[in-house]
């Protein structure tokens, strides 16, 4: 999934209003930055397939690394412990921890079966609804716009800018999710880092959501 994966990150702010958007936004995106730098790196495989599912021309052909299980159970573990030493709270080591693993969680109802349990050779799955154009644009849309509302009444503006400021990421990740289902498709052959280079760009997440913070205060 695409923007659901923000979606739980702008929901979680209502839950855990001490945390900064971009702090939650970027958990929720966790494995594909590791997901990037490991396929700008050649440690994890993908390339243009068209046809792989209805939705995505992408062949995810190894990223154990990234997206197995068993190491999303682990980069979750590792980020809930990172956010209990830096928060002091077990609500927000549980919440951060909750939203890199819901990252499989959606992936995996999302993908084709590419999704490996443990490492290469292990069994891989993946329920398959981005081989729904109906049924991906409703989950991914519903849970945006449900989210969105949620961060949205959570939270009120503390001056103009603030009144503007989550447009700002709404409207940009709403956009790029149209154009990557609906614009022109990326090259075969094409190689894997820089199909992964724009995945890396998420990390910007972290200082947009603290900007839009800054303009705006719980409610
Ligand atoms: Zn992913």
């Given amino acids: 999934m695409f923007i659901a994966h923000l979606g739980l990150g702008l929901a ?45 021309p992408l062949e995810f052909l ?47 109802i999302a993908h084709a079966p590419d999704l490996p349990l443990l490492f290469d050779g292990s069994p891989k799955v993946g329920l398959g609804l981005w081989n729904s154009l109906v049924g991906t644009m409703l989950a991914e849309l519903l849970i945006f716009a449900g989210a969105a509302w949620s961060y949205l009444s959570a939270t009120r503006a503390r001056g103009r800018v603030g009144v503007v400021a989550p447009w700002t990421l709404l409207t940009f990740f709403l956009v790029l999710f149209l154009a990557n289902h609906f614009g022109p498709q990326p090259p075969v052959g094409i190689p894997q880092q820089v199909l992964a280079l724009p995945t890396l760009a998420f990390i910007l997440l972290l200082p947009w959501g603290h900007w839009i913070e800054k303009h705006r205060m719980a409610s």
């Fill in 12 to 56: 979680a702010k209502r839950i855990t209003p001490q945390v900064s958007l971009g702090v939650l936004l970027l958990a929720s995106q966790t494995l594909d930055v590791l997901c990037g730098l490991l396929m700008v790196t050649g440690i994890e495989r993908m390339s243009v397939s068209p046809g792989t599912t209805v939705m995505m």
């Fill in 62 to 108: 190894s990223y154990p690394w990234s997206h197995g299980l068993a190491m999303s159970l682990a980069w979750s573990a590792l980020a809930a412990l990172l956010a209990l030493r830096l928060y002091r709270s077990a609500k927000v080591a549980f919440v951060i921890g909750g939203l890199v693993l819901s990252h499989w969680v959606l992936d995996w």
